[in-house]
């Protein structure tokens, strides 16, 4: 369950021990937009700048397919590129390029 602003406010604010557990939860898990802030800062540079890769190839290679590859860049590249270990790969994501 992902909780952003002013709702993550008000479950703070109402329930504290579950908003806590919710953020525990969601800083275990992979990278999202809206786990982003949970990062560290070379992870979020990292995020910032493969978006801006993944926004350049949709527009000036794909426009006509630039949402999808967008939406899809976003849902499946970057939470296998993106880990709290800056510059390394997921250990969950295979490599068959041996």
Do not use: C, N
């Amino acid at each position: 369950m992902e909780i952003g602003g002013a709702a993550r406010q008000s479950l703070i604010d109402k329930e504290p021990e579950l908003a806590a557990s919710q953020l525990i939860m969601a800083a275990a898990g992979p990278w999202s937009p809206a786990t982003h802030e949970l990062f560290p800062h070379e992870a979020r540079a990292r995020a910032v700048a493969l978006l801006r890769v993944g926004y350049l190839l949709a527009y000036r290679r794909l426009a006509g397919a630039a949402d999808a590859l967008t939406t899809a860049w976003v849902d499946h590249v970057l939470p296998a590129a993106i880990t709290r270990e800056t510059g390394r790969p997921r250990a969950d994501v295979s490599d068959d390029r041996t």
